[in-house]
């Protein structure tokens, strides 16, 4: 059976804007589309993907074992309980980066993409080793951002890196985007992002705590069903990557139906 | 299949073998005998990936690459990105002779009045080097750098360095449909860019006055 592997790397450059984050969210929701997914831990010296999906505890052998024959492939996917078409590849110990090497990675994504429809790479921050490992085995990338101008340098020069391995097509995410403070001009307005960056725009995410909550807990927000406005925000990605056509939010508009408001309110009583 | 040169440090990759170049690249490195290499890449398209086998080739040979040339930007950038020394050279069919009352050529290249062209857009920490002036079709983003000997011109905007006349040609200019870079240097002069957003569907055009970097709008001559 040869199945039409999408192999995507989501990626930065700058740390903390939300690529794991998005890389669970994204699995969970294509997952549930009914698509057998895998996401993969790129992030070998620091990795925390397993603690996202509250799948740590249950990692018995990791990506280092496949690759040494210590173990078959199988054996070290982890299952989501929840979501069974989601696996999870755990990246090997932080000496594995190391050793490993481009190659490597292509071997590990090969072997995935016997098995999986999306291959979700979770790439490390920074454009060293561990970024052109990654690089290395992708087809295409998500590139996230923030509308914050350190952010957005960092994820330009990734885009150039991208082109000269010939990654197509790129597509980018701007995340953790506050409606308010766009509207007043005090935060970089989605225009001056993809002025800049030139890439066809995959989705907004909205500023949310229950993203803070979601991952202390585990519990991807796309898992539980929730309503929040992150959730919807990464539930419209998956069905964009996915092939839908869903119209991008507005965020001017975001937060101020009578709905929203009495929601908000409900969740300041409780928390 | 003549894919040699007669100076003996350097390899060259022709044209003529597309399919396998790297066997007959592994040939050529093999068959040399000095530890330092110069590559040069002519009108190839190289991707990172390419170059990396190159020069894993090489690290097996113990063997250094001094410098990588090439007539392609995508090649020259991919080089520089895995840390490599590069230089673009020009190829006779990218060159415009401007100066058509040159006669022989005897006097050297860099007597030639030339021009580089690059089209796509220049992402942030790029670093495109000329001698010689350059036509940019595409963005320059912040965090990018332009050098050339000549002028610079830019079809789109300049939001990063461009640095004119690097050798000190104070007659150099920069011109681009929407000039708000980081910073700009003519010859040995500084200047920071301009604060106020341009007036739009105006291009600019910066040289030396006096003293100083003055902009303006673009004129035809």
């Known amino acids: 059976m040869t199945l039409d592997t999408r192999v995507i790397l989501i990626c930065s450059g700058k740390g903390g804007v939300g690529k794991t984050t998005l890389t669970a969210n994204l699995g969970i929701s294509l997952a549930s589309k009914g698509s057998p997914t895998a ?8 990795r925390n993907l397993d603690l996202l999906l509250g799948l740590e505890n249950r990692i ?11 173990c078959r492939l199988d054996q070290a996917l982890v299952k989501h309980k929840q979501e069974p078409n989601l696996s999870l590849l755990p990246a090997g110990n932080p000496r594995m980066l190391d050793w490993l090497k481009p190659e490597d990675m292509k071997k590990i994504i090969e072997m995935l993409s016997k098995e999986f429809k999306y291959v979700l790479i979770d790439c490390p921050a920074g454009v060293e080793d561990g970024f052109k490992n990654a690089v290395a085995a992708s087809k295409e990338a998500i590139i996230v951002t923030n509308p914050e101008v350190s952010a957005v340098r960092d994820a ?44 066809p725009l995959l989705g907004l995410v909205l500023e949310d705590e229950q993203v803070i909550v979601s991952t202390n807990r585990g519990e ?52 | 299949m003549n894919s040699f040169n007669s100076k003996k440090n350097q390899i060259i990759l022709s044209q003529s073998f597309k399919k396998n170049w790297q066997k007959q690249f592994e040939l050529d490195i093999k068959g040399n005998k000095y530890s330092q290499l110069e590559i040069f890449l002519g009108k190839w398209k190289l991707t990172c990936n390419d170059i990396n086998y190159i020069i894993n080739y090489c690290k097996r040979l113990n063997k250094t ?20 020394n590069t230089s673009l050279i020009l190829e006779k069919n990218t060159r415009i002779e401007r100066d058509l009352n040159i006669e022989n050529s005897s006097n050297s290249k860099k007597a030639e009045v030339s021009i580089i062209f690059h089209q796509g857009t220049l992402h942030a920490g790029e670093i495109i080097e000329v001698e010689s002036d350059i036509l940019l079709i595409g963005d320059v983003n912040p965090g990018a750098i332009v050098r050339a000997t000549g002028n610079i011109m830019i079809w789109g905007r300049l939001l990063g360095i461009a640095h004119a006349g690097k050798e000190g040609n104070h007659e150099s200019k920069i011109t681009a449909l929407q000039l708000r870079p980081v ?27 006096g003293d100083v970097i003055v902009i303006k709008p673009a004129r035809t001559r």
């Not at chain 1, 996401?39 to 620091?46: I, K, M, Q, S």
């Open chain 2, 65 to 84: 690459i001094s410098n990588v040339f090439s007539s392609e930007p995508e090649s020259i950038i991919s080089a520089s990105n895995l840390g490599l």
């Open chain 1, 39 to 46: 996401v993969l831990d790129a992030d070998f010296g620091l």
């Open chain 1, 156 to 199: 330009d020069r990734v885009i150039g890196l991208l082109n000269t391995h010939g990654i197509k097509p790129v597509q980018l995410v701007l995340n953790r985007v506050r409606p308010k403070m766009m509207e007043t001009q005090e935060m970089l307005s989605i225009e001056d992002v993809t002025d800049i960056l030139a890439l």
């Open chain 2, 183 to 209: 910073q700009l240097r003519i010859a040995d002069k500084i200047a920071k860019g301009p604060k106020e957003k341009p007036e739009e569907g105006l291009a600019e055009e910066a040289q030396i006055q």
């Open chain 1, 60 to 70: 018995v052998y990791t990506a280092q074992e496949v690759l040494e024959e210590a």
């Open chain 1, 220 to 271: 991807p927000l796309t898992l539980i069903g929730s309503k929040s406005p992150a959730a919807r925000c990464y539930s419209n990605i998956a069905g964009r990557l996915h092939g839908e056509e869903i119209p991008l939010i507005d965020p001017s508009k975001e937060g101020t139906s009578f709905r929203d408001k009495f929601r908000r309110l409900m969740q300041t009583k409780i928390f």
